[in-house]
């Protein structure tokens, strides 16, 4: 939502209000409902007032405390929708049979809300929409294939399936990233203990011979000093940075937009990787089910694109569409985008030549699968020597530390 200074003329004066919309038709629009007896003169989008921003960021930072609903809770009752629909079961019947059910005090609302949305009209992709936090992208995303297919049912066990892997590979994730983190902050621990106790007892004993300390060691009091002087400042002053910038993240589009392109600089080892074949085999995914089910490849497209959390890459992928409509064929409108190997390229084009463009739509979708499968099984043997490089960083700074000090006390002495 923007904000707009909208200047109206009442009763022969001037003046202005500050109105917030998703863009300046909306807002010219919500001014004259909500001040009839007003003339409009102008519109002029403007920054968000203070206690406006303050109040998204309290609530931003509020919501980051909030404990998202498990992944068994989501893909239970996603399973329990797909088989009664299957049997026939209405789908208000469903969700409310469901809510019911379920165990998860926040779901039950949901569905309970959901549920009233459908009734009042609303199709279930348009009531879901508010939740997409809750539910995530490719729950939206499957809602709606299942509404343009009229098989609601299939398309949620092909989304169990989906959510499945997720969980599944993010277990895998944490497993492979367990072993590496505890070692990691066993050596925080002992480094904390050591710059808080060990290394001040150093500076009392040079003080006496007046010699100059190390850089090693002074780094280390350095640092002792700042935690005992401002350590709750610093702790304060992380999860304050990290809460702002995650508000931001979701509330800034251009902020996120950089954010997104950042995180897949080659200078983000793993992490770009990781989230360019995530999201590559969501979307193709999505694209080859669609096309599948006989959706036309421009309506397929726009649905698909739905899978997309990364903005760098969604304003590659939006182009797509467009250029097809130009008169190009959907390899050439794909090559243009960056994001597909000459290989993957030459699959589609050939699929769609040979009208089997699903199933070459398929083989690209288990690439990127495989792909990323491979990246999560074998993230432990590249993450070690990361992890590695940082341990022998403190390993030394502490040895370097607690050691240079003593071998030139024998010289203070002297």
Known sequence: ??????????????????????????????????????????????????????????????????????????????????????????????????????????????????????????????????????FGQVTLAMTNLGERTGNLSESYHKLSDILE??????????????????????????????????????????????????????????????????????????????????????????????????????????????IFLSTMHKYNLVFGELVKAGIPVAEALDTAIGMVDNLAIKEKLLGVNANIGRGMNLAEALDITGLYKNMLLQMIKAGEAGGQLDAMLDKVTNYYHMEFQDLIDNLSSYIEPIMMFFIAILVTLMALGIFMPMWDLGKAVG
Not at 29 to 46: C, D, G, I, N, Y
Not at 113 to 118: A, P, Y
Not at 214 to 226: F, G, H, K, V, Y
């Open 1 to 134: 939502m923007k904000y707009f200074n909208v200047t109206v003329m009442d009763k022969g004066k001037k003046r202005l209000e500050v109105i917030q919309a998703d863009n300046k038709i909306a807002a010219i629009s919500l001014t004259k409902q909500k001040f009839p007896s007003s003339m409009v003169v102008r519109a002029v989008e403007t920054a968000a007032p203070l206690e406006d921003t303050l109040d998204n960021l309290l609530k931003g930072i509020k919501k980051s405390f909030k404990s998202k609903i498990p992944f068994e809770d989501k893909i239970s009752t996603i399973k329990q929708i797909a088989v009664m629909v299957d049997a026939g079961i209405s789908i208000s019947d469903t969700l409310r049979d469901v809510g019911e059910n379920t165990e998860n005090k926040e779901l039950k609302t949901i569905y309970a809300k959901i549920d009233s949305d459908i009734n009042a009209g609303n199709s279930m992709s348009d009531a879901m929409e508010p939740y997409i936090d809750e």
């Open 165 to 274: 892997n997720i969980r599944d590979n993010n277990a895998k994730f944490k497993k492979a990233i367990r072993g590496p983190l505890i070692t990691l902050g066993a050596m925080g621990i002992a480094f904390t203990v050591l710059i808080m106790v060990v290394v001040p007892k150093f500076k009392d004993i040079f003080a006496k011979f007046k010699t100059e300390l190390p850089l090693p060691t002074r780094i280390l009091l350095d640092l002792e000093w700042a935690f005992s002087n401002y350590g709750i400042l610093i702790v304060g002053g992380l999860f304050l940075g990290i809460s702002t910038i995650k508000y931001f993240y979701k509330n800034n589009r251009d902020f996120r937009l950089k954010m997104d392109t950042l995180m897949l600089h080659p200078k983000f080892y793993l992490i770009n990787k990781a």
